[in-house]
């Protein structure tokens, strides 16, 4: 399985920015996390294959939505409202079934896009 993440930059804070992920597989959960310097990786959001079925992180709520794309094998997060705290290397990740929102239950990782936000 690969996965390709692009988006990303550098935006002001209260502003918005878009990632997108691109899966070589169908019918994964897939989801986004998050890695500030000198902090573990954190959930954001996911999406299972029933696009009903979303989680979010307390920390985005609100802010950020998470979406699919079935027919393309794709994956965004519109990030809204965005926060300096939100700076962090985001990383596309995915699994084949759902087993929870830790960095372990994910098993197919894309390389890292980084969003920096400025005070």
């Known amino acids: 399985v690969q996965l390709q993440a692009y988006g990303g930059g550098l935006v002001q804070a209260g502003g918005y920015l878009r990632l997108s992920c691109a899966a070589s597989v169908r019918n994964l959960v897939m989801g986004w996390f998050r890695q500030a310097p000198g902090k573990e990786r954190e959930f954001v959001a996911a999406?299972?294959?029933?696009?009903?079925?979303?989680n979010y992180a307390d920390s985005v709520k609100g802010r950020f939505t998470i979406s699919r794309d079935n027919a393309k094998n794709t994956v965004s997060l519109q990030m809204n409202n965005l926060k300096p705290e939100d700076t962090a290397v985001y990383y596309c990740?995915?699994?084949?079934?759902?087993?929870?929102?830790?960095?372990?239950?994910?098993?197919?990782w894309g390389q890292g896009t980084q969003v920096t936000v400025s005070s």
């Open positions: 990740a995915a699994t084949s079934y759902y087993s929870g929102t830790s960095v372990n239950d994910f098993n197919y």
């Open positions: 999406v299972r294959w029933t696009a009903g079925s979303i």
